[in-house]
């Protein structure tokens, strides 16, 4: 399972998503901190085999904050993202995308 929640700012939209089981979860390593807030991505509750949905909404939003292992996993088989942009703190993978 995953967590979707899409962000509107004026015209843009900001995606968060991640992992069911991380929600509210917080995981740090050195200097570098990932925050699984709760009110940021605890939107829609979707199923794995939605994950193209998520992809869908990653591949039209500006800025995207994705983390968690799976969703990581499936969105790069996906081809929403790619292997190269993800990167891990505490074990935990996660990828930032952005548009211009």
Avoid at 2 to 17: C, M, N, P, Q, T
Avoid at 60 to 87: C, E, F, H, W
């Amino acid at each position: 399972m995953f967590y979707l929640k899409r962000h509107a700012s004026g015209d843009k939209i900001i995606v968060a998503a991640c992992d069911s089981d991380i929600l509210g979860k917080v995981f740090e390593e050195n200097d570098k901190v990932l925050d699984v807030d709760s009110d940021f991505f605890g939107g829609e509750k979707l199923p794995a085999k939605k994950i193209v949905e998520i992809a869908d909404s990653i591949k039209t939003a500006q800025t995207s904050n994705i983390i968690g292992n799976r969703i990581t996993t499936g969105l790069v088989k996906a081809g929403a993202l790619k292997a190269g942009s993800v990167k891990e703190i505490q074990g935990i993978k996660y990828a930032m995308v952005f548009r211009v």
